[in-house]
């Protein structure tokens, strides 16, 4: 087949047996949240308590981010991966047999905060083994393939877990998502890497550390990118995040609009994945920063929640924002970036693009006390245009390079 004919991107089994199970992982992953938020709901759980304990999970992945960089640097990625997904399978493995009928919120914030550091671990190894898996010129549609199958299985999984929470309860869905976790272990333990091609004599952990940070900072479109994405997560999606089920819920009486929602998200961000490929993008980090100001739509449509089909038909379009991304970010961080260090930057780009996320998380809900649930997220969406536009000013955002300085 041609599909698998030398020098295609599938003729590479390492990237085959990633792709397979990043594919069986994400399906997992995007159930979990539509459980997680019923069950809380269901438990007789309010904005701030959801709030919150999403916030736990959040935090705990950005405290160990620095240390994940390091780790997934010195050891073989793939290894690093395993133990983070089997970690988090044997947590949700638990949470459906915890003994109370109704999960305490305490039982549930120190799960999703242990799940946390699983996190920080798979997605520093997650970006910095890509280049050990394709040869440099191929990384771009990897990265996009890649990204592509992550929006398609968070189109499945939020049904599935929809679906399952609707026959069986928030609780057993947990099930789904341990063994996703569990299954997508057997093909990572497959892949052969090589972690020798770009070695270098181990130092101290905290020198090794500080080396990611310096890196960050002497590439200044890095640094300000993920400055960007940080206070934008922490306002805009912070409050859509906890917002969109307790809007939903209450405007339409029932968990539908909440998963279709999120599944449109992904659509859109599919549709402008496969477009961003197809399109000769000649500036890409501008391009990327203007699209991804669409992001503003989602909580517009909470702010004006006129019907059902409107929230999720917003969600669509909303979802075009995140394309780019998939298209160009971790490409340009596996080209400007030497890879001995590039598991240090991806988990700095984790630990700055979620950083502030328990933060905007726990203050929606006294947010939404102080000012209402509208004022609050127009003016987040305000605010994330106008620091779309202040980015843009920053040397090197433009196009995700920096300038050659002219002599």
Avoid at 111 to 136: K, N, Y
Avoid at 235 to 254: C, D, H, K, M, Y
Avoid at 325 to 337: D, L, P, Y
């Amino acid at each position: 087949m041609k599909l698998f004919e030398a020098g295609s991107l599938w003729s590479f089994k390492g990237y085959r047996l990633f792709w397979v199970s990043t594919t069986i992982f994400v399906l997992g992953a995007s159930a979990f949240p539509i459980a997680l938020a019923v069950t809380i709901l269901d438990a007789g759980g309010t904005a701030t308590s959801l709030g919150l304990i999403l916030a736990a999970r959040v935090l705990s992945g950005v405290l160990f981010a620095p240390f994940a960089g390091v780790w997934s640097d010195r050891l073989p990625r793939k290894q690093v991966m395993i133990v983070a997904d089997l970690s988090r399978a044997i947590i949700v493995f638990a949470m459906v047999f915890v003994s109370a009928p109704k999960l305490p919120h305490i039982l549930l914030a120190l799960a999703v905060f242990l799940m946390g550091i699983g996190d920080a671990f798979g997605s520093a190894s997650s970006g910095a083994i890509m280049p050990s898996l394709l040869p440099d010129e191929k990384l771009p549609a990897g990265n996009v393939a890649r990204g592509i199958v992550v929006k398609t299985a968070t189109i499945i999984g939020p049904g599935i877990g929809g679906v399952s929470v609707f026959l069986i309860g928030g609780r057993l869905t947990f099930l789904f998502t341990a063994i996703a976790f569990a299954a997508g272990t057997i093909f990572l333990a497959k892949i052969k890497e090589d972690m020798n091609a770009n070695k270098k004599p181990q130092e101290a952990f905290m020198t090794e550390l500080r080396e990611g940070l310096r890196t960050v900072l002497d590439i200044p479109w890095i640094g300000a990118m993920i400055a960007m994405a940080s206070v934008q997560l922490m306002v805009v999606l912070a409050a859509e995040n906890v917002l969109l089920p307790v809007i939903t819920r209450r405007e339409f009486g029932s968990n539908t609009a909440f998963a279709l929602s999120a599944v449109s998200f992904s659509v859109g961000g599919i549709i402008s994945a496969i477009a961003c490929v197809k399109l000769k993008v000649k500036h890409q980090g501008q391009f990327s920063v203007l699209v991804w100001s669409l992001l503003v739509i989602a909580p517009l449509s909470l702010a004006f929640p006129i019907s059902e089909k409107f929230v999720v038909i917003s969600y669509l379009f909303a979802g075009f924002s995140v394309g780019p991304w998939e298209a160009f970010w971790n490409s340009a961080i596996q080209r400007e970036v030497p890879r001995e260090l590039q598991g240090r930057v991806f988990s700095i780009d984790y630990m700055g693009t979620t950083g502030l996320m328990p933060l905007g998380m726990a203050l929606v809900g006294p947010a939404v006390s102080f000012f209402g649930e509208k004022p609050l997220l127009i003016g987040a969406s305000v605010f994330h245009v106008i620091v779309c536009l202040l980015v843009l000013r920053v040397p090197g955002v433009r196009d995700m390079k920096m300038p050659v300085k002219k002599t």
